[in-house]
């Protein structure tokens, strides 16, 4: 999968970050919203969700378009609060930790979901697969001084 390796050294480039965080959200945002939640552009590439989240500081619902890392074998998915490799958390993971009740469209479903800031080992095991799943997360994490920050969502009741 020469695509693959080709798109991952791109992402992993000092110029993506500062690109990508205005373009690629802009983009996935205009198509999931065109095709009624049935295309989400970069999960061509990367499975991806638009998160549903409160705002932690005004309350208003926010719609961010996001890489995840599906866990079948939980009934989980993981998100990474990689920012491109930028220096500061996005503000997803801040909304999260205000308010962890969330909605995920998962593949055109919308799943309420619990938002969870994994620590310590399950944080560790998470980060390896993590890595194995998309490698440019390395690069993101050695960019930055801050540690990134590792979701895991769980589906609740309605």
Excluded at 95 to 118: F, Q
Excluded at 148 to 155: A, H, K
Aim: proline letters at 8%; aromatic letters at 6%; one cysteine or more.
């Amino acid at each position: 999968m020469i695509g693959v390796r080709v798109v991952q050294k791109v992402s992993s480039t000092r110029g993506f970050a500062k690109v990508a965080p205005h373009v690629i959200p802009a983009l996935d945002r205009a198509v999931h919203r065109l095709t009624r939640g049935r295309v989400l552009l970069s999960a061509q590439l990367l499975p991806g969700v638009i998160l549903t989240s409160t705002g932690a500081r005004s309350g208003q619902p926010r719609r961010t378009p996001l890489a995840c890392m599906p866990e079948p074998e939980r009934g989980s998915w993981l998100l990474i609060g990689s920012n491109f490799g930028r220096t500061g958390h996005p503000a997803w993971t801040a909304n999260l930790l205000a308010r962890p009740d969330a909605e995920i469209n998962w593949k055109g479903a919308d799943i309420p979901v619990t938002a969870r800031l994994l620590e310590g080992e399950e944080r560790a095991a998470a980060w390896k697969a993590a890595l194995a799943f998309w490698p440019p997360y390395a690069t993101y994490q050695a960019r930055v001084e801050r540690e990134i920050r590792l979701f895991r969502l769980v589906r609740r009741s309605p």
